[in-house]
């Protein structure tokens, strides 16, 4: 039989089908709340008594006709009008051994069911980005992201609202979601980003200079190489809203973010007083910004590579490796890396992730041997199949 197929039985089979199963099954009686509908004609409901029938759902019954002429996929017409009844099992069970207010609703298998499909529904959008800043509102957690966001913007100082000047390129803002994720692919932390639409911007009219280093994936591999060879363990820290810490030289002047007018100067503009995100020139300032400090720290720029920074206490030797606001750095002693890293949350708002994991798409392990790399959840996110394969080997 193919699935899916529904079958007619006439009603004197099934009422004989049911009394077998009730004798060779009695528990299935014993349900504390079964309900199907199906049509039934009414003389013939009192005769079934206490049959149980859980779970069976017949579309079309024939009654007048015997079990040997009604073919399982006929559908016999009724010589009379079919009614449809809902047919209710249940066991009444003394009051006192009922557990829980009785006032609550029973909640059927298919309810709980339900309800574990909603939370799995509920968990799942959370690792979801929002497109726009309406669908954001509808998860605390991004709110929550958003409101941090602007308080960086007051703890920099990087804007003041003032009138609107007339004859001035106005910058629009947009909200940007992203979820920030480890090398196994878990949710780390939900970042609301409030961007600029540098798009707009013109070269020579409204930024001079654009173009900011940062460091070849050959250049990580050098410094991971070297760190191994000098058994040194590699830390990697990350500057909190890095390009808000830039200055600009030229005036740029943005409008209000979505959903954070100021309700008593709504037609007012901010001016920026430091670069922030989506604007040309805003790597550049970063870039200036960080390397200026470090080597105001008595750090020395590499000849070849300019990400690169080191700082030299007689012996003793400290390496930086600066990618935009992401940085790893090793040194040969501990106390050389304690230095830095006070150093460093010092002058800007860190988050010190410890051991370097996951960097620029690389997965890596530091142990007594040495430093490894692999690219393996690159490999399975780009290829589903080899993710599938290695499903089916680890079963």
Same mark, same amino acid.
Request: hydrophobic share 40%; aromatic share 12%; with cysteine.
């Given at each position: ?304 590579? %300019? ?76 290829? %589903? ?11």
């Amino acid at each position: 039989m193919r699935i899916g197929a529904s079958v007619n039985f006439p009603l004197r089979c099934i009422a004989d089908v049911g009394n077998k199963m009730h004798k060779a099954f009695p528990l299935l009686g014993e349900s504390s709340h079964w309900q199907y509908k199906f049509p039934l004609p009414v003389e013939e409901v009192a005769h079934m008594g206490n049959d149980p029938l859980p779970g069976v759902s017949i579309t079309e019954v024939a009654s007048g006709q015997s079990s040997s002429t009604a073919s399982p996929q006929t559908n016999v017409q009724p010589n009379h009008p079919m009614t449809y009844q809902n047919i209710k099992w249940t066991k009444d069970h003394p009051l006192n051994y009922i557990i829980g207010p009785l006032s609550r609703p029973v909640s059927t298998r298919l309810q709980l069911h339900e309800q574990a499909l909603f939370c799995y529904y509920d968990a799942f959008l959370t690792s979801v980005e929002p497109k726009t800043y309406k669908e954001a509102l509808t998860k605390a957690c991004w709110i929550e992201a958003m409101q941090e966001e602007l308080y960086e913007f007051e703890r920099l100082e990087v804007w003041e609202l003032v009138p609107r000047p007339d004859k001035v390129m106005m910058i629009n803002l947009k909200w940007i979601y992203k979820v920030k994720l480890d090398e196994l692919g878990g949710i780390l932390k939900n970042k609301a980003r409030l961007v600029a639409r540098g798009y707009r911007q013109e070269e020579g009219i409204d930024f001079e200079e654009s173009f900011a280093l940062v460091a070849r994936l050959e250049a990580i591999q050098i410094f991971l190489a070297y760190a191994a060879q000098k058994n040194m363990v590699v830390y990697q820290i990350d500057v909190k809203t890095a390009f808000l810490n830039g200055n600009l030289r030229e005036e740029v002047y943005i409008s209000q973010p979505d959903g954070f007018v100021d309700a008593d100067n709504p037609n007012h503009v901010y001016k920026l007083k430091k670069a922030l995100y989506g604007l040309k020139q805003a790597p550049r300032a970063w870039y200036d910004m960080l390397s200026s400090f470090l080597l105001s720290q008595d750090f020395s720029k590499g000849s070849v590579d %300019p990400t690169l920074f080191i700082r030299r206490n007689g012996n003793d030797l400290l390496l930086v490796q600066i990618y935009v606001n992401d940085s790893i750095f090793a040194a040969s002693t501990l106390e050389l890396c304690d230095l830095f890293a006070n150093l460093m949350c010092s002058k800007f708002k860190m988050s010190m992730m410890g051991k370097i994991s996951f960097f620029l798409g690389l997965q890596i392990s530091q142990n007594p041997r040495g430093i490894f790399i692999n690219q393996s959840k690159y490999a399975l996110e780009s290829r %589903p199949d080899l993710q599938f394969a290695i499903c089916m080997c680890a079963r």
